[in-house]
């Protein structure tokens, strides 16, 4: 899948979970204003919230797209961790807050009009089953892409937009079967007890979520590596390469979803030169390009290894730096390994 038919797919998903949301909101709030439901009001918070983080997310697709310049050399990728970092505070804030709130409220006023209720959680269920499929399908698609399973694939995702609605969708599945057993509850009982209880669960598995995506972000912000997966890939592309002895060492980091950075200190034969090391990086870059779903920057270090000649110190890249995913190469400072 290229960067450009991903971030098509991850739109429409997005836009698809938006609308749901929308639609599933106003149902909800009605049913809770008519039938007294402290679980469908707090469902009704849900849904407000996720139809706020669509929009965060979606803006971080269009943010995450814009193209690099003098002042973003590496692009801006990394904005999707950004918006979606808010998403994650909406979803805690907007939605779990209210939730926990109403239910502690309501645990001892009674609901009426329950058949209201029970319709618009049959058709809200819809909405939001339509939504789940759709992200779940464009997470398949992508860990067969990469050749992963599924739940790896989830874990492992840099792409955390389409992990957002997701986690969100999944979120909301349960909040309405939990909506719903708290309705029947009481409606068998008698106990209000049970509405209050249901809204007060809906808001831990906000929390959950939140927590879970918020830490995904976070982690993906300071700079997380490629995974084992990927780096192995990358390891099989540089020791192959004609010219190539060995590779001394090798750091990655994801610039954004679909974007990372290669930093690799390599073993070059005796005969290499300087136009010979130049050429390796921007065909270490391109064959990679080929086999990875990612953009990569590849920076080449010739180092010799401990064996063929003393120890070296640990410096800044000084050497023939290449593959900026443009096709060009430059010398100069790029960092140290």
């Given at each position: 899948?290229?960067?450009?038919?991903?971030?098509?797919?991850?739109?429409?998903?997005?836009i698809i979970a938006g609308l749901?949301?929308?639609?599933?909101?106003?149902?909800?709030?009605?049913?809770?204003?008519?039938?007294?439901?402290?679980?469908?009001?707090?469902?009704?918070?849900?849904?407000?919230?996720?139809?706020?983080?669509?929009?965060?997310?979606?803006?971080?697709?269009?943010?995450?797209?814009?193209?690099?310049?003098?002042?973003?050399?590496?692009?801006?990728?990394?904005?999707?961790?950004?918006?979606?970092?808010?998403?994650?505070?909406?979803?805690?804030?907007?939605?779990?807050?209210?939730?926990?709130?109403?239910?502690?409220?309501?645990?001892?006023?009674?609901?009426?009009?329950?058949?209201?209720?029970?319709?618009?959680?049959?058709?809200?269920?819809?909405?939001?089953?339509?939504?789940?499929?759709?992200?779940?399908?464009?997470?398949?698609?992508?860990?067969?892409?990469?050749?992963?399973?599924?739940?790896?694939?989830?874990?492992?995702?840099?792409?955390?937009?389409?992990?957002?609605?997701?986690?969100?969708?999944?979120?909301?599945?349960?909040?309405?079967?939990?909506?719903?057993?708290?309705?029947?509850?009481?409606?068998?009982?008698?106990?209000?007890?049970?509405?209050?209880?249901?809204?007060?669960?809906?808001?831990?598995?906000?929390?959950?979520?939140?927590?879970?995506?918020?830490?995904?972000?976070?982690?993906?912000?300071?700079?997380?590596?490629?995974?084992?997966?990927?780096?192995?890939?990358i390891e099989e592309e540089i020791?192959?390469?004609?010219?190539?002895?060995?590779?001394?060492?090798?750091?990655?980091?994801?610039?954004?979803?679909?974007?990372?950075?290669?930093?690799?200190?390599?073993?070059?034969?005796?005969?290499?030169?300087?136009?010979?090391?130049?050429?390796?990086?921007?065909?270490?870059?391109?064959?990679?390009a080929e086999r990875l779903p990612?953009?990569?920057?590849?920076?080449?270090?010739?180092?010799?290894?401990?064996?063929?000649?003393?120890?070296?110190?640990?410096?800044?890249?000084?050497?023939?730096?290449?593959?900026?995913?443009?096709?060009?190469?430059?010398?100069?400072?790029?960092?140290?390994?």
């Open positions: 899948m290229t960067k450009r038919s991903s971030d098509q797919a991850t739109r429409r998903t997005v749901a949301n929308l639609v599933v909101m106003t149902a909800k709030l009605v049913a809770g204003v008519l039938s007294g439901s402290s679980a469908m009001l707090a469902e009704a918070a849900h849904s407000f919230a996720d139809t706020l983080n669509q929009v965060f997310l979606l803006t971080s697709v269009h943010k995450g797209a814009k193209p690099a310049d003098a002042e973003h050399q590496f692009g801006y990728g990394q904005e999707r961790y950004f918006w979606a970092l808010l998403a994650a505070f909406g979803i805690f804030i907007a939605g779990a807050g209210f939730s926990v709130f109403e239910g502690i409220l309501s645990l001892h006023s009674p609901t009426h009009g329950y058949l209201i209720a029970y319709v618009v959680l049959a058709v809200c269920a819809a909405a939001e089953g339509t939504s789940f499929i759709r992200a779940w399908r464009q997470l398949r698609g992508e860990a067969r892409s990469s050749h992963t399973q599924l739940l790896q694939h989830v874990r492992t995702s840099p792409d955390t937009t389409v992990k957002a609605a997701l986690f969100e969708d999944t979120a909301a599945v349960i909040g309405l079967a939990l909506a719903a057993a708290g309705l029947g509850l009481e409606q068998l009982t008698g106990s209000p007890v049970w509405d209050g209880a249901a809204s007060i669960a809906i808001g831990a598995l906000l929390i959950a979520v939140a927590v879970r995506l918020g830490l995904d972000n976070r982690e993906l912000l300071i700079g997380r590596a490629a995974d084992p997966q990927v780096q192995r890939a020791t192959q390469t004609p010219g190539v002895d060995g590779l001394v060492g090798l750091r990655t980091m994801h610039l954004g979803p679909d974007s990372i950075i290669v930093a690799a200190q390599v073993d070059m034969s005796d005969s290499a030169s300087s136009d010979q090391v130049e050429q390796l990086a921007d065909d270490i870059d391109r064959r990679l990612l953009t990569p920057h590849v920076f080449i270090d010739p180092t010799p290894t401990p064996d063929r000649s003393a120890p070296v110190p640990a410096s800044p890249f000084n050497s023939q730096v290449a593959g900026s995913g443009m096709g060009a190469s430059q010398t100069g400072t790029a960092g140290e390994l």
